[in-house]
């Protein structure tokens, strides 16, 4: 198989997946929950950047609309616009802090699609750097996550302010 072709494996998110789920969208950042408010880079005016909890790879990005929509359907213009807009500038800010040699962004739609999240809709921005998917996951069943989420959130956060 060659480089271009080869799978994300991420069997770690499988606990994520068999978890009993929250009773509410942690995508709607309650007040009450101060760990989903910690991992916010940045608050635009109809949606928000924020790190994957339960990230496929360092960096793993997640941009929302505040608004609870399931669908890309039911976005305004505005939302749909500042969407794009940001996703554009994260990739420039991971692509700054973090030069990863590619990225898959992309929504999932509904649950057969593959969304952990299927009432709130969210663009994934994934950074990926050639040999990233290596022995430790595929094998070991492990992942190497070589920075905490809190200081990848200071970095992002901090850039995203510098990047024009």
């Known amino acids: 198989m060659n480089e271009a072709n080869r799978p994300l494996w991420a069997p770690w998110r499988i606990d ?46 997640l941009v929302a609309p505040y608004a609870h929509k399931d669908d890309i359907s039911d976005l305004t213009p505005d939302e749909r616009s500042e ?10 800010v991971l692509q700054t802090v973090m030069r990863p040699d590619g990225f898959n962004i992309g929504f999932n739609l509904g649950e057969a699609a593959g969304a952990g999240v299927p009432g709130h809709i969210h663009m994934h921005i994934v950074p990926r750097w050639s040999g990233d998917t290596n022995f430790m996951p595929v094998i070991a069943g492990d992942r190497v996550v070589p920075e905490a989420l809190a200081a990848t959130r200071e970095l992002l956060a901090a850039a995203w302010k510098a990047v024009k």
């Open 16 to 61: 994520f997946i068999r978890s009993e789920k929250d009773d509410y969208c942690f995508l709607c950042l309650h007040d009450e929950a101060k760990e989903q408010r910690s991992l916010v880079v940045f608050e635009g005016e109809t949606v928000f950047v924020i790190l994957n909890k339960y990230p496929y790879n360092s960096g793993h990005l």
């Open 83 to 92: 969407i794009m807009e940001t996703t554009i500038k994260a990739k420039e």
